[in-house]
T-cell receptor, first 113, second 114 residues
Framework: DAGITQSPRHKVTETGTPVTLRCHQT?????MYWYRQDPGHGLRLIHY???????DKGEVSDGYSVSRSKTEDFLLTLESATSSQTSVYFC????????????FGPGTRLTVT | AQSVTQLGSHVSVSEGALVLLRCNYS??????LFWYVQYPNQGLQLLLK??????LVKGINGFEAEFKKSETSFHLTKPSAHMSDAAEYFC????????????FGGGTRLMVKP
Protein backbone atom coordinates (compact mmCIF):
# COMPACT_ATOMS: atom_id res chain seq x y z
CA ASP A 1 0.00 0.00 0.00
CA ALA A 2 1.11 3.51 -0.78
CA GLY A 3 2.24 5.34 2.36
CA ILE A 4 -0.61 7.79 2.81
CA THR A 5 -2.16 8.71 6.14
CA GLN A 6 -4.96 11.11 6.93
CA SER A 7 -5.76 12.77 10.21
CA PRO A 8 -8.08 12.89 11.92
CA ARG A 9 -10.02 9.87 10.67
CA HIS A 10 -13.27 11.09 12.17
CA LYS A 11 -14.34 14.56 13.26
CA VAL A 12 -17.54 16.17 14.41
CA THR A 13 -17.60 19.95 14.46
CA GLU A 14 -20.11 22.77 14.70
CA THR A 15 -21.23 25.09 11.95
CA GLY A 16 -19.00 28.14 11.67
CA THR A 17 -15.86 26.62 13.17
CA PRO A 18 -12.61 26.23 11.22
CA VAL A 19 -11.41 22.72 10.47
CA THR A 20 -8.09 21.47 9.10
CA LEU A 21 -7.55 18.01 7.67
CA ARG A 22 -4.05 16.66 7.14
CA CYS A 23 -2.69 14.33 4.48
CA HIS A 24 0.80 12.90 4.91
CA GLN A 25 2.71 10.80 2.36
CA THR A 26 5.97 8.89 2.55
CA UNK A 27 6.27 8.22 -1.21
CA UNK A 28 7.81 11.57 -2.27
CA UNK A 29 5.18 11.91 -5.02
CA UNK A 30 4.87 15.27 -6.70
CA UNK A 31 1.09 15.50 -6.99
CA MET A 32 -1.39 15.51 -4.11
CA TYR A 33 -5.16 15.84 -4.25
CA TRP A 34 -8.14 16.39 -1.99
CA TYR A 35 -11.51 14.88 -2.93
CA ARG A 36 -14.86 14.73 -1.26
CA GLN A 37 -17.15 11.73 -1.63
CA ASP A 38 -20.92 12.07 -1.44
CA PRO A 39 -23.58 9.48 -2.35
CA GLY A 40 -24.40 9.54 -6.07
CA HIS A 41 -21.59 11.95 -6.91
CA GLY A 42 -18.59 9.67 -6.89
CA LEU A 43 -15.48 11.61 -5.93
CA ARG A 44 -15.16 15.30 -6.74
CA LEU A 45 -11.87 17.15 -6.76
CA ILE A 46 -11.57 20.03 -4.30
CA HIS A 47 -7.97 21.20 -4.77
CA TYR A 48 -4.73 19.70 -5.92
CA UNK A 49 -1.03 20.43 -5.64
CA UNK A 50 1.68 19.90 -8.24
CA UNK A 51 4.58 20.81 -5.97
CA UNK A 52 5.54 22.62 -2.78
CA UNK A 53 3.58 25.87 -2.60
CA UNK A 54 1.96 25.10 -5.99
CA UNK A 55 -1.77 24.48 -5.80
CA ASP A 56 -4.84 24.85 -7.98
CA LYS A 57 -8.59 24.63 -7.69
CA GLY A 58 -10.71 21.66 -8.57
CA GLU A 59 -14.37 21.23 -9.36
CA VAL A 60 -15.76 22.05 -5.89
CA SER A 61 -13.26 24.45 -4.30
CA ASP A 62 -15.64 27.05 -2.81
CA GLY A 63 -15.33 27.19 0.97
CA TYR A 64 -12.02 25.30 1.02
CA SER A 65 -8.37 26.33 1.03
CA VAL A 66 -5.19 24.27 0.91
CA SER A 67 -1.53 24.58 1.71
CA ARG A 68 1.56 22.56 0.95
CA SER A 69 4.74 23.73 2.67
CA LYS A 70 6.51 20.37 2.43
CA THR A 71 6.45 17.62 -0.18
CA GLU A 72 4.95 15.15 2.27
CA ASP A 73 2.10 17.23 3.73
CA PHE A 74 -1.04 18.64 2.13
CA LEU A 75 -3.53 20.44 4.37
CA LEU A 76 -7.19 21.09 3.62
CA THR A 77 -8.89 23.88 5.59
CA LEU A 78 -12.56 24.65 5.89
CA GLU A 79 -12.47 28.28 7.00
CA SER A 80 -16.00 28.24 8.40
CA ALA A 81 -17.60 24.82 8.24
CA THR A 82 -21.15 24.43 6.94
CA SER A 83 -23.51 21.45 7.04
CA SER A 84 -23.10 21.04 3.26
CA GLN A 85 -19.45 20.18 3.91
CA THR A 86 -20.43 17.05 5.82
CA SER A 87 -18.75 14.39 3.74
CA VAL A 88 -15.95 11.86 3.52
CA TYR A 89 -12.70 13.45 2.43
CA PHE A 90 -9.99 11.53 0.61
CA CYS A 91 -6.44 12.48 -0.09
CA UNK A 92 -4.62 11.00 -3.08
CA UNK A 93 -1.10 11.11 -4.49
CA UNK A 94 0.37 10.61 -7.94
CA UNK A 95 3.80 10.51 -9.50
CA UNK A 96 4.74 13.01 -12.16
CA UNK A 97 3.98 11.87 -15.70
CA UNK A 98 4.22 8.09 -16.22
CA UNK A 99 0.82 6.43 -16.02
CA UNK A 100 -1.18 8.93 -13.98
CA UNK A 101 -2.87 6.59 -11.53
CA UNK A 102 -3.62 7.98 -8.12
CA UNK A 103 -3.25 6.25 -4.77
CA PHE A 104 -5.75 7.03 -2.06
CA GLY A 105 -5.61 7.47 1.68
CA PRO A 106 -8.10 5.88 4.09
CA GLY A 107 -10.37 8.93 4.28
CA THR A 108 -11.65 11.33 6.93
CA ARG A 109 -15.32 11.34 7.86
CA LEU A 110 -16.35 14.90 8.74
CA THR A 111 -19.71 15.76 10.25
CA VAL A 112 -20.74 19.39 10.60
CA THR A 113 -23.66 19.86 13.01
CA ALA B 1 -14.24 18.91 -20.38
CA GLN B 2 -14.09 15.27 -19.57
CA SER B 3 -16.91 13.22 -18.11
CA VAL B 4 -17.64 9.66 -17.06
CA THR B 5 -21.00 7.92 -16.95
CA GLN B 6 -21.54 4.69 -15.10
CA LEU B 7 -24.81 3.04 -16.08
CA GLY B 8 -26.55 1.54 -13.08
CA SER B 9 -25.86 2.80 -9.58
CA HIS B 10 -26.62 -0.68 -8.24
CA VAL B 11 -25.94 -4.04 -9.88
CA SER B 12 -26.90 -7.38 -8.33
CA VAL B 13 -25.55 -10.73 -9.50
CA SER B 14 -25.54 -14.26 -8.15
CA GLU B 15 -22.33 -15.85 -6.96
CA GLY B 16 -20.65 -17.48 -9.96
CA ALA B 17 -22.41 -15.28 -12.51
CA LEU B 18 -20.81 -12.86 -14.94
CA VAL B 19 -20.12 -9.38 -13.63
CA LEU B 20 -20.52 -6.49 -16.09
CA LEU B 21 -20.16 -2.91 -14.92
CA ARG B 22 -20.58 -0.26 -17.58
CA CYS B 23 -18.53 2.88 -18.09
CA ASN B 24 -18.71 5.42 -20.90
CA TYR B 25 -16.43 8.41 -21.10
CA SER B 26 -16.07 11.69 -22.89
CA UNK B 27 -12.61 13.10 -23.55
CA UNK B 28 -11.12 15.58 -26.02
CA UNK B 29 -7.78 13.76 -26.05
CA UNK B 30 -6.88 10.06 -26.09
CA UNK B 31 -7.77 9.07 -22.56
CA UNK B 32 -6.15 7.18 -19.76
CA LEU B 33 -8.87 5.20 -18.01
CA PHE B 34 -9.05 3.56 -14.62
CA TRP B 35 -11.26 1.34 -12.51
CA TYR B 36 -11.10 1.62 -8.74
CA VAL B 37 -12.81 -0.49 -6.07
CA GLN B 38 -13.90 0.72 -2.66
CA TYR B 39 -14.74 -1.68 0.16
CA PRO B 40 -16.84 -0.38 3.06
CA ASN B 41 -15.13 2.26 5.18
CA GLN B 42 -11.95 2.13 3.12
CA GLY B 43 -10.19 4.23 0.53
CA LEU B 44 -10.12 3.50 -3.19
CA GLN B 45 -7.89 0.75 -4.56
CA LEU B 46 -6.74 0.63 -8.17
CA LEU B 47 -8.18 -2.39 -10.02
CA LEU B 48 -6.76 -1.76 -13.47
CA LYS B 49 -5.76 0.95 -15.91
CA UNK B 50 -5.70 1.61 -19.66
CA UNK B 51 -2.82 3.75 -20.90
CA UNK B 52 -2.96 3.29 -24.70
CA UNK B 53 -1.18 -0.04 -24.87
CA UNK B 54 -3.32 -3.19 -25.16
CA UNK B 55 -7.05 -2.49 -25.41
CA LEU B 56 -7.90 -5.48 -23.18
CA VAL B 57 -6.56 -4.78 -19.73
CA LYS B 58 -6.29 -7.33 -16.95
CA GLY B 59 -6.40 -6.25 -13.34
CA ILE B 60 -6.39 -7.69 -9.88
CA ASN B 61 -8.89 -10.19 -8.48
CA GLY B 62 -9.77 -11.60 -11.93
CA PHE B 63 -11.24 -8.38 -13.34
CA GLU B 64 -10.59 -7.11 -16.83
CA ALA B 65 -11.79 -4.22 -18.99
CA GLU B 66 -11.80 -3.52 -22.69
CA PHE B 67 -11.20 -0.10 -24.19
CA LYS B 68 -13.46 0.50 -27.19
CA LYS B 69 -12.72 3.83 -28.81
CA SER B 70 -15.64 3.63 -31.29
CA GLU B 71 -18.08 3.19 -28.40
CA THR B 72 -16.20 5.45 -25.94
CA SER B 73 -16.57 2.66 -23.43
CA PHE B 74 -14.42 0.93 -20.82
CA HIS B 75 -16.65 -1.72 -19.29
CA LEU B 76 -15.43 -3.86 -16.39
CA THR B 77 -16.04 -7.61 -16.40
CA LYS B 78 -15.35 -10.70 -14.34
CA PRO B 79 -16.38 -14.17 -15.53
CA SER B 80 -17.51 -15.48 -12.15
CA ALA B 81 -18.58 -13.31 -9.21
CA HIS B 82 -17.42 -14.07 -5.70
CA MET B 83 -19.00 -12.88 -2.48
CA SER B 84 -15.84 -10.91 -1.75
CA ASP B 85 -16.42 -8.81 -4.91
CA ALA B 86 -19.28 -6.96 -3.21
CA ALA B 87 -18.10 -3.34 -3.13
CA GLU B 88 -18.48 -0.03 -4.92
CA TYR B 89 -16.69 0.40 -8.23
CA PHE B 90 -15.63 3.68 -9.80
CA CYS B 91 -14.57 4.39 -13.35
CA UNK B 92 -12.31 7.42 -13.92
CA UNK B 93 -10.67 9.26 -16.81
CA UNK B 94 -7.41 11.19 -16.56
CA UNK B 95 -6.80 14.60 -18.06
CA UNK B 96 -3.18 14.33 -19.12
CA UNK B 97 -3.11 18.04 -19.91
CA UNK B 98 -4.14 19.15 -16.41
CA UNK B 99 -2.05 17.82 -13.56
CA UNK B 100 -3.07 14.17 -13.80
CA UNK B 101 -6.53 15.13 -12.65
CA UNK B 102 -9.08 12.33 -12.52
CA UNK B 103 -12.77 12.72 -13.29
CA PHE B 104 -14.86 10.00 -11.65
CA GLY B 105 -18.17 8.44 -12.50
CA GLY B 106 -20.88 8.28 -9.86
CA GLY B 107 -20.02 4.72 -8.89
CA THR B 108 -21.75 1.33 -9.12
CA ARG B 109 -22.47 -0.70 -6.04
CA LEU B 110 -22.09 -4.40 -6.78
CA MET B 111 -24.09 -6.82 -4.68
CA VAL B 112 -23.41 -10.56 -4.86
CA LYS B 113 -26.15 -12.96 -3.84
CA PRO B 114 -25.31 -16.43 -2.53
Amino acid sequence: DAGITQSPRHKVTETGTPVTLRCHQTENHRYMYWYRQDPGHGLRLIHYSYGVKDTDKGEVSDGYSVSRSKTEDFLLTLESATSSQTSVYFCAISESGVTYEQYFGPGTRLTVT
Amino acid sequence: AQSVTQLGSHVSVSEGALVLLRCNYSSSVPPYLFWYVQYPNQGLQLLLKYTSAATLVKGINGFEAEFKKSETSFHLTKPSAHMSDAAEYFCAVSDRNAGNMLTFGGGTRLMVKP
